[in-house]
C-alpha cells in the first residue's frame, strides 16, 4: 500500500506544453505540499494545502496552479512549460502541522525539450 | 523565520568507519527537528525526529542524532556506515506552532569500499 503516490513518475514534454501531475494520499493527513527539486538537490516548497484550503503559496510563477479537490488529492497543473521547469517535483503530506514530519511521495521527474 | 546550514556538502568515507553529519539552525521560535534521507531516485524517507524529552533521539538505520539547545546544533551520527546508506540527507525544523518546514541544502554521504 503506497502511503504518498504521484503520477506519472517521468514525464518528458516540449516547452510550451501544458501538463498536469497528480499525487494522492491514503494515511489520512489532513496536510499536503508540493516540492521541487532542483538539479542540485535543492528542495524548495512551492504550495500548501490543508483540508482544501491553500494555505501557502510560495513566489511560483502563475503558470503552476496546485488543486486540491478533497485532502486526499492535491494535484499540480503547468502551463506554458519552460525549460527552466525541468527538475523533480515531489508531493507530501502531514498531520498535525508536521509534527510527526512528511510523507514523500517518490517524485515526478520532468524533463522539457 | 527559521533557517538550516548543513555545514558539509560532501562527506566521503570509508565502510565501517564512523560518519557525523552536521546542521545547525536558527529560528525565532521553538522548533521541532528532523533528518530525512534521500537514497538515488526515491523521495525523501523520515530517519528520525526531536519533539522534546531526551536530545539524543534514534532512528532507522542505526542512525543517531542529538540536540544541542545552546549551540542550535541537531548533527547526525552513525557509528558504523554501510556501502548502502550512500544517499542524500537533509536536516529540516518545523515550528512548534505549525507552520511550513525548512529543510537544508543537503548533505551527500557517499560510502566507499
Known amino acids: 500500500d503506497t502511503a504518498v503516490s504521484q503520477t506519472p513518475k517521468y514525464l518528458v514534454t516540449q516547452m510550451g506544453n501544458d501538463k498536469s501531475i497528480k499525487c494522492e494520499q491514503n494515511?489520512?493527513?489532513?496536510?499536503m505540499y508540493w516540492y521541487k527539486q532542483d538539479s542540485k538537490k535543492f528542495l524548495k516548497i512551492m504550495f500548501s494545502?490543508?483540508?482544501?484550503?491553500?494555505?501557502i503559496n510560495e513566489t511560483v510563477p502563475n503558470r503552476f496552479s496546485p488543486k486540491s479537490p478533497d485532502k486526499a488529492h492535491l494535484n499540480l497543473h503547468i502551463n506554458s512549460l519552460e525549460l527552466g521547469d525541468s527538475a523533480v517535483y515531489f508531493c507530501?503530506?502531514?498531520?498535525?502541522?508536521?509534527?510527526?514530519?512528511?510523507?514523500f511521495g517518490s517524485g515526478t521527474r520532468l524533463t522539457v525539450v | 523565520a527559521q533557517s538550516v546550514t548543513q555545514l558539509d556538502s560532501q562527506v566521503p568515507v570509508f565502510e565501517e568507519a564512523p560518519v557525523e553529519l552536521r546542521c545547525n539552525y536558527s529560528?525565532?521560535?521553538?522548533?521541532?527537528l528532523f533528518w530525512y534521507v534521500q537514497y538515488p531516485n526515491q523521495g525523501l524517507q523520515l530517519l528520525l525526529k526531536?519533539?522534546?524529552?531526551?536530545?539524543l533521539v534514534k532512528g532507522i538505520n542505526g542512525f543517531e542524532a542529538e540536540f544541542n539547545k545552546s549551540q542550535t546544533s541537531f548533527h547526525l551520527r552513525k557509528p558504523s556506515v554501510h556501502i548502502s546508506d550512500t544517499a542524500e540527507y537533509f536536516c529540516?525544523?518545523?515550528?512548534?506552532?505549525?507552520?511550513?518546514?525548512?529543510f537544508g541544502d543537503g548533505t551527500t554521504l557517499t560510502v566507499k569500499p
Open positions: 507530501a503530506s502531514s498531520q498535525a502541522g508536521g509534527l510527526y514530519g512528511y510523507t
Open positions: 494515511l489520512g493527513h489532513d496536510t
Open positions: 494545502y490543508n483540508n482544501k484550503e491553500l494555505i
Open positions: 529560528s525565532s521560535v521553538s522548533v521541532y
Open positions: 526531536y519533539l522534546s524529552g531526551s536530545t
Open positions: 529540516a525544523v518545523s515550528p512548534t506552532n505549525a507552520g511550513k518546514s525548512t
